[in-house]
């Protein structure tokens, strides 16, 4: 990039540039903004679980460094092909989180992958906050459009991880998508989300973000995989 200084001073004109720092300094002192809870740090107070790798997501990688060598020397051909740098991140971040997500029956399940983690984690809050009725948010930017995918044959990890919620004992009327959740019914979910009826809600960053109101019970928010910018997340939280 270039006359970055330029830009910058150009957007500050008009633009203020409000950080997380300044915003605690500047509220009043017995209206503090509520905020996920820290360490004896000082820092957000969140858990990394890290799942082992996937021999068929390792397999994956090397295919997918192979295509974006043959891309920087065959620019022409990949874009005839609609062949780019964002596809190869983007079927990257699907495999991370479950390889059927890229064919629903070439690839297995990884019986230690991050949705059977995430499932486990659910289940053990779910079971820990029952006497509280804590409700958790579940945020994942893929197999989002669970009905569509399923018209086109393809696997959803949103209904999977369902599916291992309830095989761990949550009850099905207890678990909510947000994207099956028609727009007029959505204030009626959150509701259900604040008074404990509905304990796990499902969605990623930009359907559980701006205007999703649910943090009564919230016990735990799980990232199962991470979004395009780091933003998101301190923003979505």
């Known amino acids: 990039y270039s006359n970055m200084g330029n830009l910058l001073r150009i957007y500050r004109d008009f633009a203020e540039v409000v950080t997380e720092e300044t915003l605690d300094k500047n509220l009043p002192k017995d209206k503090p903004r509520p905020l996920i809870a820290k360490n004896s740090k000082g820092q957000r107070d969140w858990e990394d679980v890290l799942s082992p790798a996937d021999p068929q997501v390792d397999a994956l990688m090397d295919s997918l460094a192979a295509l974006a060598r043959w891309i920087s020397q065959n620019f022409k051909q990949a874009k005839e092909d609609k062949l780019n740098y964002l596809v190869i991140t983007t079927m990257a971040r699907m495999g991370g989180v479950d390889m059927r997500l890229l064919h629903p029956t070439r690839f297995k399940e990884h019986q230690d992958g991050k949705i059977n983690r995430a499932a486990k984690e659910i289940a053990k809050v779910w ?90 019970r919230v016990a735990a928010m799980h990232l199962i995989d991470p979004p395009w910018r780091p933003d998101q997340v301190s923003q979505g939280v």
Not at 174 to 202: S, Y
Request: proline residues 3%.
């Open 127 to 216: 079971r820990d906050t029952a006497e509280h009725k804590g409700t958790q948010l579940v945020c994942s930017e893929h197999g989002v459009n669970t009905k569509s995918r399923l018209e086109k044959g393809r696997w959803s990890s949103y209904l999977d991880l369902v599916e291992k919620l309830v095989a761990q004992g949550i009850p099905r009327e207890q678990i909510a998508i947000m994207r099956d959740t028609p727009k007029p019914k959505l204030q009626e979910l959150f509701a259900k989300v604040n008074a404990g009826e509905v304990r796990v809600l499902i969605g990623s960053l930009s359907t559980l973000g701006v205007g999703v109101n649910v943090q009564q």
